[in-house]
Antibody, heavy 121, light 107 residues
Framework: EVQLVQSGAEVRQPGESVKISCQGSGYQFNNYWIGWVRQLPGKGLEWMGI????????RYSPSFQGQVTMSIDTSINTAFLQRSSLKASDTAMYFCARMGASGRIDAFDIWGQGTMVTVSS | DIQMTQSPSTLSASVGDRVTITCRASPRINSWVAWYQQRPGRAPKLLIY???TLETGVPSRFSGSGSGTEFTLTISSLQPDDFATYFC?????????FGQGTTVEIK
């Protein structure tokens, strides 16, 4: 079964950092773009960026450029999203998702279950 | 920047109704448009990609159409499972703009 499994919920204080993970299984992880999507509580979906595991080519939304870092560890088929200097406004659900075509840009066909990040003092 | 303006934001309908949701793109785009369904507390689910291609396993009552600046998702006969929020998305190699979402509610 093709799936993405994300790390568990995180609670952080303002100013701290967080790194969430997304492990793929059931397919050739290196050959499919992975994207990250943010959903603020009760709001819509925001495209944060995409990364290609085979060469770590990373493309960020201008809204998130410089605010987050996407990375890959192909030895464990895992993508990461890191955010430093957290603010209360970063409280959100973060989803990873796989693009549906091998080696090409496509819609997100497989989604992780989401990781809730809560930033509160 | 590409904008995807989705309407309506909320839609009240009954089981068996035909439902249409629209996304207007600015500026004009190619047909790399997807539609997703999201139920509360769940991850989005891909329904349609490349504007009109039905994802494997998605019921045929869902269909997508459009080109250029206007794209639509149609549910031909609304079923109880279909009460959810729907998002359109334009995707390419450098962006993936989502529409604001349409919540389909029970009338």
């Amino acid at each position: 079964e093709v799936q993405l499994v994300q790390s568990g919920a995180e609670v952080r204080q303002p100013g701290e950092s967080v790194k969430i993970s997304c492990q793929g299984s059931g397919y050739q992880f290196n050959n499919y773009w992975i994207g990250w999507v943010r959903q603020l509580p009760g709001k819509g979906l925001e495209w944060m960026g995409i990364i290609y595991p085979d060469d770590s080519d990373a493309r960020y939304s201008p809204s998130f450029q410089g605010q987050v870092t996407m990375s890959i560890d192909t030895s464990i088929n895992t993508a990461f999203l890191q955010r430093s200097s957290l603010k209360a406004s970063d409280t959100a659900m973060y989803f990873c998702a796989r693009m549906g075509a091998s080696g090409r840009i496509d819609a997100f066909d497989i989604w992780g279950q989401g990781t809730m990040v809560t930033v509160s003092s | 920047d590409i904008q995807m303006t989705q309407s309506p934001s909320t839609l009240s309908a009954s089981v068996g109704d035909r439902v249409t949701i629209t996304c207007r793109a600015s500026p004009r785009i190619n047909s790399w448009v997807a539609w997703y369904q999201q139920r509360p507390g769940r991850a989005p689910k891909l329904l349609i990609y490349k504007a009109s291609t039905l994802e494997t396993g998605v019921p045929s009552r869902f269909s997508g159409s459009g080109s250029g600046t206007e794209f639509t998702l149609t549910i031909s006969s609304l079923q109880p499972d279909d009460f959810a929020t729907y998002f359109c998305q334009h995707y390419d190699g450098y962006s993936g703009t989502f529409g604001q979402g349409t919540t389909v509610e029970i009338k």
